[in-house]
């Protein structure tokens, strides 16, 4: 088994993600692992605004994705400062694009050994058990990946 020096999780601001964050935390104090936060910018809510661009100049695509990666970048703040995660080494990522193709390429850039996230994302549907990128992620995460979710008593159970 290959040893764990850096963990990354899935971060799309859901409470599923926050879930996970929490556990990755917590697994990257137990191995003394870098901790490696990655949020994806999804390529179609950049599209919808570079619609409206063309039809007013109230703001661009640009301000857009950089006012996106300020609050995100801040809510990650306070979630690992409420986790008490200031004592590890921890990085953001942020991506625009398809969040699993991306997430995927963030792997292979940051050369992490494991990926954590929840099964489900921002687009939860219920009845869904697992989310269409958290599907793709099983099947092609080129490194071992770890599922954090929520049992209905609010308990954390790991697949």
Do not use: W
């Amino acid at each position: 088994m290959k040893n764990v020096h850096k963990i990354m999780v899935a971060f799309d601001l859901s409470e599923y993600s926050k879930e996970a964050l929490k556990y990755a935390c917590k697994l990257a104090d137990n191995f003394k692992a870098d901790l490696i936060v990655a949020n994806v910018i999804h390529q179609r809510d950049v599209e919808a605004v570079r619609m409206v661009e063309l039809a007013s100049s109230v703001f661009t695509s640009n301000e857009y994705i950089e006012t996106q990666k300020k609050d995100r970048s801040s809510e990650i703040e306070e979630v690992i400062k409420e986790l008490s995660c200031g004592n590890l080494s921890v990085k953001k990522v942020f991506r625009v694009g398809v969040p699993f193709n991306e997430l995927i390429q963030t792997i292979k850039d940051e050369g992490a050994d494991l990926l954590v996230m929840g099964p489900k994302g921002r687009g939860n549907l219920k009845g869904i058990l697992f989310g269409s990128t958290a599907e793709k992620m099983f099947r092609h995460c080129p490194v071992p990946l770890l599922s954090v979710r929520m049992r209905k008593n609010g308990e954390r159970e790991m697949v």
